[in-house]
């Protein structure tokens, strides 16, 4: 039998602790920004295709669903954005020590909701 | 330079590129989405918002393929359904920035 490289350790195997959490909802965030930009390319389509298209987003976007989707993009948007600052500090070698990861952790988090908030109230 | 170092470096140049530009789409994609066609359709008439999304869709793309990579190499196991899910994800890296990218230009003419 080939021996494969081992895999990461799977989510279950953890405990449950700020720092995991974040790293999880990192790469969550991820894959709902692809999700995020793909229908924001599928937005300038519609667009593209004109007005008898396009409203059908609009009438969708007025919906409390459509609402809370596009905020929800911003927020994966900004968090993401945010703890990728973060993870730049660590690749340049700076905040591994727990109490500043904890720290930065928390402020990444309540930036993000932060940062949300201003992008739609702004 | 390690065609795997080289590839986690260029990820985080692209993340930097992403910085100033998703800030700047952070504050727009509010409106955006709740415009109404001839407001979408006059964003597009001015050409330096189309010039920074597509800047967005190339850089967030290219910095996606290779997160997704990092992804599948931690959780799949299986190598053929490795294969096919990095396919998949370097089609689409291609082929949404290349769509949205066009309409945009056509938009913005």
Redesign the interface.
Known sequence: MKL?RP??P?LQIYKWQLSSLLSITH?LT?II??AG??L??A???M??FG?NI??YF?TF?KTFI?KFI?IG??WS??YH?LN??R??FW?MGYGYDLKTANLSGFIVLTLSFV?TL???V? | MNKVVSKWLMQRVAAVLLLPLLIWFLFHYDNLMTFSYNDAINFFNNKLNTIFLSLIFILAFFHMRIGMGEIFEDYIHNAAIKKLASAFILIISLIIPLVAITAMIILSL
């Open positions: 494969e895999l990461s799977h790469r991820s920004n692809l930009i793909s924001f390319a937005w300038i389509c667009l593209f007005e396009y409203i609009e976007a459509g596009f993009f911003s948007f900004s954005l990728g600052v993870h730049l690749d940062l201003l992008a739609w702004v």
